[in-house]
């Protein structure tokens, strides 16, 4: 919706910009990161789920190689390993678990690799869909976050979930409520995730979204009093 009226405001074309089956590249990537990124936290805790997307810098970098044809600096690589030696750490001295865990936290952790995985391609192909076909943010906003709602929802019927999906919305108005509040923060957040994309590139993207993750675990730490050792502590100080 917010995408449709920026478009409207901008007097920008409607039609897309680039092939639809690039947009449904990214939709399906986006969706599915997100899948894995919800599911993990059954396991793991969500300090380490945040904290774990601090590997992103290292996907982006293959994937910015494989798909655009990049190449990366000496600097660039030695940020990179650092802020994974510290999530590392982080992960090696210090519980992990989900208070509310109902199974292994190593499947937790491979949940975030497959979420890194997919959001590492996510970020690299919107800043060459940018690039290559000179779309515009809201153009992208538009067909990706569409694409995203046929995928979510064609996964949902083809499980036959979609049933339960609406009778739990239905019977807990404080979950639309809540669904919707993320909704307009990730709106508000797409706006400026796409602008540094396009105006700086995925990289720079995700060492950016490193403050954000140590900002948020803090905040998490601090509200729901996780246990947190002084080696895991170093470890943050490392990323940030």
Same mark, same amino acid.
């Given at each position: 919706?917010?995408?449709?009226?920026?478009?409207?405001?901008?007097?920008?074309?409607?039609?897309?910009?680039?092939?639809?089956?690039?947009?449904?590249? %990214? &939709?399906? #990537?986006?969706?599915?990161? *997100?899948?894995?990124?919800?599911? /993990? =936290?059954?396991?793991?805790?969500?300090?380490?789920?945040?904290?774990?997307?601090?590997?992103?810098?290292?996907p982006?970098?293959?994937?910015?190689?494989?798909?655009?044809?990049?190449?990366?600096?000496?600097?660039?690589?030695?940020?990179?390993?650092?802020?994974?030696?510290?999530?590392?750490?982080?992960?090696?001295?210090?519980? %992990? &678990?989900? #208070?509310?865990?109902?199974? *292994?936290?190593?499947?937790?952790? /491979? =949940?975030?690799?497959?979420?890194?995985?997919?959001?590492?391609?996510?970020?690299?192909?919107?800043?060459?869909?940018?690039?290559d076909?000179?779309?515009?943010?809201?153009?992208?906003?538009?067909?990706?976050?569409l694409?995203?709602?046929?995928?979510?929802?064609?996964?949902?019927?083809?499980?036959?979930?979609?049933?339960?999906? %609406?009778?739990?919305?239905?019977?807990?108005?404080?979950?639309?409520?809540?669904?919707?509040?993320?909704?307009?923060?990730?709106?508000?957040?797409?706006?400026?995730?796409?602008?540094?994309?396009?105006?700086?590139?995925?990289?720079?993207?995700?060492?950016?979204?490193?403050?954000?993750?140590?900002?948020?675990?803090?905040?998490?730490y601090?509200?729901?009093?996780?246990?947190?050792t002084?080696?895991?502590?170093?470890?943050?100080?490392?990323?940030?």
């Amino acid at each position: 919706t917010f995408a449709v009226c920026m478009v409207a405001a901008k007097s920008e074309n409607v039609v897309n910009s680039a092939p639809l089956w690039k947009y449904l590249a %990214i &939709s399906f #990537s986006n969706v599915y990161a *997100s899948t894995c990124q919800y599911e /993990a =936290l059954k396991y793991v805790s969500f300090p380490v789920q945040m904290l774990g997307k601090s590997f992103k810098m290292m996907p982006v970098m293959v994937w910015g190689m494989l798909v655009a044809g990049k190449s990366y600096g000496a600097t660039d690589w030695l940020v990179a390993a650092a802020v994974t030696g510290g999530v590392t750490e982080f992960l090696m001295t210090g519980p %992990i &678990s989900s #208070s509310e865990d109902d199974g *292994s936290s190593v499947y937790g952790i /491979a =949940l975030l690799g497959g979420f890194l995985l997919l959001d590492g391609f996510t970020s690299t192909f919107q800043e060459k869909l940018f690039k290559d076909h000179v779309t515009s943010k809201y153009n992208q906003m538009l067909y990706i976050n569409l694409g995203s709602c046929v995928i979510s929802s064609f996964t949902l019927i083809a499980s036959g979930r979609i049933g339960h999906a %609406i009778g739990f919305a239905t019977g807990h108005s404080g979950f639309v409520w809540d669904a919707m509040t993320l909704s307009g923060a990730a709106v508000a957040g797409q706006w400026f995730i796409y602008s540094q994309v396009k105006e700086f590139g995925a990289l720079v993207f995700a060492a950016t979204m490193n403050v954000r993750q140590v900002v948020s675990i803090l905040i998490s730490y601090a509200k729901y009093g996780h246990s947190i050792t002084s080696l895991q502590i170093l470890g943050l100080l490392l990323v940030f």
